[in-house]
C-alpha cells in the first residue's frame, strides 16, 4: 500500500503504520462539505446526506495511486475501487456522522456505497446515511461531522452547507454551531494528555470540536 492509499485508507483507519500516533492531532486531509437533512411529510428524518470535496494536493495523490492505466483520467472501475476502499473503511466510524436525540447517541446505517467522482482536479464523495430506527422531528437533534482520529478536517465553509429539507424542512428551528476551539481547550484540559492523543482509536475530543447542526423541536 503506498502513501496516497495509506491516506485514502486514513480517512477511517486508526493505524500506526501510517503515521507517528501523535499527527493524529494535526489534520492532514481537509475536504469542504455539506450536510443536508432529508425530512419526510409526516415529520421525521429520512436521510441525513453529504457530500465532500477533497483538498487538491489530497485528490492528487489519489489519481496517481488509483490510476491504474496512467491515462490521468479515473474511469467507472477506478472510481470503484476508491469507493470500496472508503466504504469499507469509514464503516468503523459511522461514516464520520454524529447523530444525537436530546443528548443520547443515535445509530445510523449506510443502504449503498459512498459514490466518487473526480471534478475540476478535486476528488468528491457523496453519500447519504439514515436512521437506524424512526426519527421523529422531536426534542434536540443534532448531527455532527467529524473524524475521531484527527486526520481529516471536514469543513463547512458557510452556514448554508448545513440545513434541513424536505416537506417538513419548517417543523422545527435550525442553527448551525460553531464550537470556539480555545473554549473547548479550556474546558478539557484535564483530559488533553500526550497519551489521549497518542489513542490509535481516536477520540471524542473531536467531536467537541467539530462543527453540527442542531434542531430544535420542542
Known amino acids: 500500500m503506498n502513501l496516497s492509499r495509506k491516506s485514502l485508507a486514513a480517512l477511517a483507519i486508526p493505524a500506526a503504520m501510517m503515521a507517528p500516533a501523535t ?12 450536510l443536508e437533512v432529508e425530512t419526510t411529510e409526516n415529520g421525521q428524518i429520512s436521510e441525513l446526506r ?29 472510481l470503484a475501487s476508491i469507493s470500496e476502499v472508503v466504504t469499507d473503511s469509514l464503516s468503523d466510524f459511522d ?43 422531536d426534542g434536540t437533534i443534532a448531527v455532527g461531522v467529524f473524524d475521531p482520529t484527527m486526520y481529516a478536517a471536514i469543513e463547512f465553509t458557510t452556514d448554508e452547507d448545513m440545513v434541513v429539507t424536505g416537506a417538513s424542512a419548517d417543523k422545527c428551528t435550525s442553527r448551525v ?13 484535564g483530559s488533553l494528555t500526550e497519551a489521549f ?11 467537541l470540536f467539530a462543527t453540527r447542526l442542531e434542531l430544535d423541536c420542542k
Do not use: C
Open 50 to 78: 453529504h457530500v465532500w470535496r477533497f483538498d487538491e494536493v489530497f485528490s492528487s495523490s489519489v489519481m496517481l495511486d488509483f490510476d491504474r492505466n496512467g491515462d490521468f483520467v479515473l474511469d467507472n472501475s477506478e
Open 95 to 137: 461514516y464520520y456522522t454524529s447523530l444525537t436525540v436530546d443528548g443520547a447517541d443515535g445509530s445510523i446505517s449506510l443502504p449503498d456505497p459512498i459514490k466518487v467522482s473526480f471534478q475540476d482536479g478535486q476528488l468528491l464523495m457523496f453519500f447519504a446515511v439514515l436512521p437506524k430506527e424512526p426519527l421523529p422531528l
Open 23 to 34: 499527527a493524529f492531532a494535526h489534520p492532514h486531509i481537509f475536504a469542504e462539505a455539506r
Open 197 to 207: 492523543f497518542s489513542d490509535p482509536t481516536g477520540n471524542d475530543i473531536s467531536k
Open 177 to 189: 454551531v460553531r464550537p470556539d476551539p480555545d473554549e473547548v481547550i479550556a474546558q478539557n484540559q
